[in-house]
């Protein structure tokens, strides 16, 4: 017994170090939401994720007053981001409210924000696709496919993703894929200056992963933030309306505007490693503690309504203790008429 005990102690502490670390990942939907076809929703683990920073989703927004304004615009990073994904197949209602819920590693409380798009990008998509770090020659050749690269690597003008891939910045988290993005011809500054990522929370994005898979997620023009447009501030915000047949990308970050105003301040003092400017010998991006601690996992809860069908609902720790206890009483009594016969 005391080796069970030992092992899910373990188990636990483990788990609370991870929930307390960054959640930094490449685009992962999970399993959907909701699929209409079969009226079923999925696992609750997949309506209780997490979100890196409580910035991502503002930082996608076009005017916030930071990183995307009239002078500049960096565009945003998908990391800071979480994607989900659902599917219709009749026009329906659909209402959606995201609650930012507690975090036991000392980040604050998610203002969350979300957008919903047509379609998905390719699972494990990131926005440095085209970084050759690390990778075997045949991980190479699976990732430099006609859609990511054209006819021929290192052919410019031959077509492909990285063609059109502008320039990142040298403090973003993905300035040593710039060596391989203008090989193919990519990396031309665009109008308002190098960029951060690729997404924006408010238009369509075009993202790729390292098989070679490309698509675009078409903005729908619904976006919803806690605490903009009149929403109140509150942990939670809610968007209900009508969607037609077919896959949407459900996309959920912070939107907390003096969180993102720190946020973009700790990722512009990146430095590239191994490197100065573009080349070869860059591997990665060195940032401080403050960009580290700004981008703690926060929790969050999704709930989703469609046509009067309802996601999910947890279970309130107080029911589960309250049943563990009517268990354990009925146990004892069980034992006591045991004893008395």
């Not at 993905?174 to 993005?181: L, S, V």
């Not at 809610?238 to 970050?253: C, F, H, K, Q, R």
């Not at 268990?327 to 045991?338: D, E, N, Q, S």
Request: glycine share 14%; charged share 10%.
């Amino acid at each position: 017994m005391r080796n069970k005990s030992l092992i899910v102690g373990s188990l636990c502490a483990l788990a609370l170090t991870l929930a307390a670390g960054v959640a930094s990942a490449h685009v992962g939907y999970g399993s959907e939401l909701y699929n209409q076809t079969t009226n079923t929703f999925g696992a609750l683990n997949n309506f209780t994720p997490t979100a890196s920073s409580n910035a991502g989703w503002i930082s996608g927004m076009s005017n916030n007053g930071v990183n995307r304004t009239g002078t500049i615009d960096t565009l945003a990073d998908t990391h800071n981001n979480r994607f989900r994904f659902f599917t219709l197949d009749q026009n329906s209602t659909v209402s959606i409210t995201v609650t930012g819920t507690a975090n036991t590693n000392g980040a604050s409380v998610l203002n969350p924000g979300f957008s919903i798009f047509s379609g998905l990008v390719p699972a494990s998509s990131h926005d440095g696709v085209g970084d050759l770090n690390g990778l075997t020659p045949t991980q190479i050749a699976t990732l430099q496919s006609n859609a990511m690269v054209g006819t021929a690597p290192n052919t410019p003008g031959d077509g492909g993703h990285l063609q059109s891939v502008p320039e990142f910045a040298t403090w973003s988290p993905f300035f040593d894929a710039m060596d391989e993005i203008t090989a193919e011809g990519g990396g031309t500054v665009d109008a308002l200056g190098a960029n951060w990522g690729v997404y924006q929370a408010d238009g369509n994005f075009t993202m790729g992963n390292n098989n070679g898979l490309v698509s675009t997620a078409t903005f729908t023009g619904n976006a919803v933030g806690d605490g903009h447009n009149g929403d109140a501030l509150d942990n939670q915000v809610t968007w209900t309306g009508n969607l037609g047949p077919g896959t949407y990308s459900l996309v959920i970050g912070g939107a907390n505007s003096s969180d993102l105003a720190s946020l973009f301040t700790a990722v512009q003092a990146g430095t590239p490693i191994g490197c100065t400017g573009v080349s070869t010998t860059c591997n990665g991006t060195a940032y401080g503690t403050d960009y580290t601690n700004l981008r703690l996992a926060r929790n969050m809860f999704i709930e989703m309504n469609v046509n009067g069908n309802v996601s999910p609902v947890p279970v309130p720790a107080a029911v589960y203790l309250f049943g563990s206890g009517l268990i354990g009483l009925a146990g004892m009594a069980r034992r006591k008429m045991a004893a008395k016969a």
